[in-house]
């Protein structure tokens, strides 16, 4: 049975940094799209960054040069690195991932068929 399991989430200033982890079982990440969504207080959730099986990654606008998607095959695990973060960054994040390759941009969650089950990110 396929789990995600994010961790590394937390409260910090704005500027900061935090690393977030997405250990998966079940299924092993490098072999189709990856994905990191967040949904804000209010808001609709959103895709992030996105990572497919070649290692290519997308970004939304909003986080472009401070946020990077990686992934680590051997621990079949799946990074967000978020570097200056800003208060408008708060939210739950999600790790997903899908049966499919990456289509595109932006992602749309109701084609990611796993998820974990969040991790909080506070900004302020």
């Known amino acids: 049975h396929v789990q995600l399991v994010e961790s590394g989430g937390g409260s910090v200033q704005a500027g900061g940094s935090l690393r977030l982890a997405c250990a998966a079982s079940?299924?092993?990440?490098?072999?189709?799209?990856m994905g990191w969504f967040r949904q804000g207080p209010g808001k609709e959730r959103e895709g992030v960054a996105i990572i497919d099986r070649d290692g290519g990654s997308t970004y939304a606008d909003s986080v472009k040069g401070r946020f990077t998607i990686s992934r680590d095959n051997t621990k079949n695990t799946l990074y967000l690195q978020m570097n200056s973060l800003k208060v408008e960054d708060t939210g739950t994040y999600y790790c997903?991932?899908?049966?499919?390759?990456?289509?595109?941009?932006?992602?749309?969650?109701?084609?990611?068929?796993?998820w974990g089950q969040g991790t909080q990110v506070t900004v302020s």
């Open positions: 079940g299924h092993t990440i490098s072999r189709n799209c």
């Open positions: 997903a991932a899908k049966r499919w390759n990456c289509a595109g941009w932006p992602p749309d969650s109701n084609y990611y068929n796993y």
